[in-house]
């Protein structure tokens, strides 16, 4: 009778576990005790690009902030980089995919210097919801409103944009396990690329190609995307939380917790220090689109966050 009643109890216990992972447990017990905002006076929806804007020439690259940027920090970037025309972001800009981190993001961006700018956003995994049946939270797809021209998946998570002299493309790397969305976003990433003409290529995603942190490989992305991105002008990455460059691929990280460095990484620049990134299009004197980039490159830098010093910069040749 005893073995019998541990039996069921062992049965009642993995019930019990598989609800809660596949009901999204982390909204019942990792609910932040502050209230959620109203977001009454906020601005709700990021405004994406317009691609007939052609004044867009300096954009701010942001890594992962997993909601500790504060209003003084967006203030600070803006003092910064008081040129900057467009924000790029590579994922994990809320911590949690819950209403309280999209409020929270509205308040400190809307009240902020940066607030009006275009934003590019790249959905990252703290975007998702946990458990069994993962998915992309409505806060972020309620937040970002993208082109829907990706290859499947939600609409605007995987998407193209093109602005002036400039191809970006965001690929959501978060369903790639499945070997279906795997072989379709290669499809689409090289009609993307191949179609983008005489633009350069800039392509945003935040499971890197190339890891740099211990324990965080991700072999399926790296076997997969690692030729086709590698004829891209700038690949640019997140979740390692580290700064490391192996051109064009390089891993951005601007508020998230430092993760252990791998023991063998072959970066040509790799440090643990926080960063954003400041990437400027030049301006040819020449009009035509097809001359307007080739003869000038595109010049990424990379500033640490503690006092806005450059500590790398790529020049993008596009050819």
Not at 37 to 46: A, H, K
Request: glycine share 6%.
């Amino acid at each position: 009778m005893r073995k019998w009643l541990l039996i069921v109890l062992a049965i009642i216990l993995l019930a019990v576990g598989t609800v809660i992972c596949a009901y999204r447990w982390q909204a019942w017990f990792v609910t932040p005790a502050e209230p959620a905002w109203t977001g009454d006076t906020l601005q709700d929806v990021f405004q994406t690009p317009d691609s007939t804007n052609d004044s867009i020439e300096t954009i701010l690259v942001l890594g992962d902030i997993h909601s500790r940027l504060t209003r003084a920090d967006y203030d600070l970037l803006a003092a910064r980089v008081p040129d900057a025309d467009l924000v790029m972001q590579v994922g994990d800009w809320m911590d949690r995919g819950q209403e309280y981190y999209r409020q929270l993001l509205l308040r400190e961006w809307t009240n902020s210097a940066l607030n009006g700018l275009p934003v590019i956003a790249c959905p990252g995994n703290h975007e998702y919801t946990k458990g069994v049946h993962k998915h992309l939270s409505e806060a972020w797809s309620e937040t970002f409103r993208h082109p829907n021209n990706g290859p499947v998946g939600v609409p605007g998570a995987s998407y193209w944009l093109d602005i002036p002299r400039m191809r970006v493309i965001v690929i959501d790397t978060n369903p790639l396990s499945h070997v279906v969305y795997l072989t379709r976003t290669l499809t689409w990433l090289r009609e993307a690329m191949y179609s983008a003409g005489d633009r350069a290529v800039v392509v945003m995603m935040h499971h890197p190609v190339l890891s740099a942190a211990k324990g965080r490989a991700n072999p399926a992305i790296y076997s997969t995307f690692r030729y086709a991105l590698s004829q891209a002008d700038l690949v640019i990455a997140g979740h390692d939380h580290f700064y490391a460059r192996r051109t064009p691929f390089v891993m951005l990280n601007t508020a998230g917790k430092a993760k252990k460095q791998k023991t063998k990484l072959h970066a040509e620049v790799c440090d643990s220090v926080a960063v954003y990134g400041v990437l400027s299009i030049q301006r040819s004197a020449i009009s035509d689109q097809r001359s307007a980039i080739s003869d000038q490159p595109l010049v990424f830098s990379i500033h640490r966050m503690s006092d806005g010093v450059a500590i790398d910069t790529i020049y993008v040749k596009h050819d």
